[in-house]
T-cell receptor, first 114, second 112 residues
Framework: GDSVTQMEGPVTLSEEAFLTINCTYT??????LFWYVQYPGEGLQLLLKATKADDKGSNKGFEATYRKETTSFHLEKGSVQVSDSAVYFC?????????????FGEGTQLTVNP | DGGITQSPKYLFRKEGQNVTLSCEQNLNHDAMYWYRQDPGQGLRLIYYSQIVNDFQKGDIAEGYSVSREKKESFPLTVTSAQKNPTAFYLC???????????FGSGTRLTVV
């Protein structure tokens, strides 16, 4: 079945540092890929998405490129801020096998210190 | 503005009681979902519904029940059969999974 593997957290960075959160996936079809962000005590918000190979999703300074050859969708940001502290979830939608469901990774806790 | 509303934000339940969590959306989405999140953990799917009057069990349906009588509403009942109900519950909806989900702000349930 489909699966998503994220780098283990927690991740702690200083303000203005470069961020990478790794995400790899397994899917039998041709999935759409997503990054969601969850701030403390809140629901998940869609951060960015990509629907086909080599697509780059971007939002609020975050970027991720759909790499079919390495089955990856790593999240990057060039300069993090304290306000980026949150939990980040990678997810995929593969209509052929998962039907109406998204498959989520376990989440990566990011803390940015001033 | 369209969105998903979950209520209440905080809910306290005595052991042995059933409680119902509300989820309402005005996005005209066909599919709706319920997830459970425990501290420091990922999301686990409880139930989902792709159309009115139809729903399917997710990965951890035992001790929970749902109904989908209206497109806008997908309430979740946590029954007394759920042995460890204290958790953060998230509702989501989607017009098509390949476009992603829209999430509500969650309900935190605590058994006292």
């Amino acid at each position: 079945g489909d699966s998503v593997t994220q780098m283990e957290g927690p991740v702690t960075l200083s303000e203005e540092a470069f961020l990478t959160i790794n995400c790899t996936y397994t899917a039998t079809g041709y999935p759409s890929l997503f990054w969601y962000v969850q701030y403390p005590g809140e629901g998940l918000q869609l951060l960015l998405k990509a629907t086909k190979a080599d697509d780059k999703g971007s939002n609020k300074g975050f970027e991720a490129t759909y790499r079919k050859e390495t089955t990856s969708f790593h999240l990057e940001k060039g300069s993090v801020q304290v306000s980026d502290s949150a939990v980040y979830f990678c997810a995929l939608s593969d209509l052929g096998t998962s039907g109406s469901r998204l498959t989520f990774g376990e989440g990566t806790q990011l803390t940015v210190n001033p | 503005d369209g969105g998903i509303t979950q209520s209440p934000k905080y809910l306290f339940r005595k052991e042995g009681q059933n409680v119902t969590l509300s989820c309402e959306q005005n996005l005209n989405h066909d599919a709706m979902y319920w997830y459970r999140q425990d501290p420091g953990q990922g999301l686990r799917l409880i139930y989902y519904s792709q159309i009115v009057n139809d729903f399917q069990k997710g990965d951890i349906a035992e001790g929970y029940s749902v109904s989908r009588e209206k497109k806008e509403s997908f309430p979740l009942t946590v029954t007394s059969a759920q042995k460890n109900p204290t958790a953060f519950y998230l509702c989501a909806s989607s017009i098509a999974p390949r476009r992603g989900y829209t999430f509500g702000s969650g309900t935190r349930l605590t058994v006292v």
